[in-house]
């Protein structure tokens, strides 16, 4: 079916493939706008989507092996995140709070020889309990680099700076880091990278607001960095 919708938009023109992968374009912008700042549009997104979904079609060879969904899949969600990098959307105060949760994080549990509460990195950080969790959902925004770039190159057969994910080392170190996060920010990151569920979603399995679900993420993803700095070194 897939295979013959792709057929009759190669023999039509764009608009066909647009129209027929609008859809795709749209749950993938949805799902990345959960973890982008609210100054980005979604309209925008979604105009960088349809790039990258007519580069796809354009450039989408059958012979190796993917089918015409995913490998327009990954050229929308690249084309995406290209826009994101390139407007620099990322506050330098986030990418600093990162790292210093990140660091107080590694410092505790080195120290304590266990996984560290939110209310314990609170008071490491010297912060109240609410400003933490403020600070969490900033850190959500995050984009968690070794995971999307890394895959995108890889699937896409594309080399580049994250070629060397392919060595299986790093997938096997993110997994393993995921697989030892607290019960609920493991389940987090499962619905969400996993299941593609999006905020509303996941708050809903999870029996928390969406605003904890954004909370719990910005946690998780400090404590994976951890993990992947260790691997690094």
């Given at each position: 079916m897939e295979a013959t919708v792709y057929a009759q938009s190669q023999q039509g023109s764009a608009d066909d493939l647009v129209r027929d992968y609008l859809p795709l374009v749209k749950k993938i912008g949805l799902h990345l706008m959960a973890r982008l700042p609210p100054n980005i549009e979604l309209d925008d997104m979604l105009q960088v989507g349809v790039i990258g979904l007519i580069q796809a079609g354009a450039t989408y060879d059958p012979s190796r092996g993917a089918s015409f969904a995913t490998y327009a899949g990954i050229r929308i969600k690249g084309a995406m995140l290209d826009e994101v990098r390139r407007n620099d959307w990322l506050p330098r105060s986030v990418q600093q709070n990162i790292k210093r949760v990140s660091n107080a994080i590694a410092q505790l549990e080195a120290r304590l020889g266990r996984l560290v509460s939110d209310t314990e990195i609170a008071a490491e950080l010297e912060i109240s309990l609410e400003g933490y969790r403020d600070l969490s959902r900033e850190l959500a925004y995050c984009r968690l680099t070794s995971l999307e770039d890394s895959t995108i190159g890889v699937e896409s057969g594309e080399s580049g700076p994250f070629s060397?994910?392919?060595?299986?080392?790093?997938?096997?170190?993110?997994?393993?880091?995921?697989?030892?996060?607290?019960?609920?920010?493991?389940?987090?990151?499962?619905?969400?990278?996993?299941?593609?569920?999006?905020l509303k979603e996941i708050g809903a399995v999870m029996g928390v607001s969406e605003s904890r679900v954004s909370q719990i993420h910005g946690q998780a993803l400090a404590r994976v960095r951890v993990k992947l700095a260790e691997w690094a070194e």
């Open positions: 060397w994910f392919e060595n299986g080392k790093l997938k096997q170190t993110l997994a393993e880091a995921i697989k030892s996060l607290p019960e609920k920010e493991a389940l987090m990151m499962s619905l969400y990278y996993t299941d593609e569920l999006n």
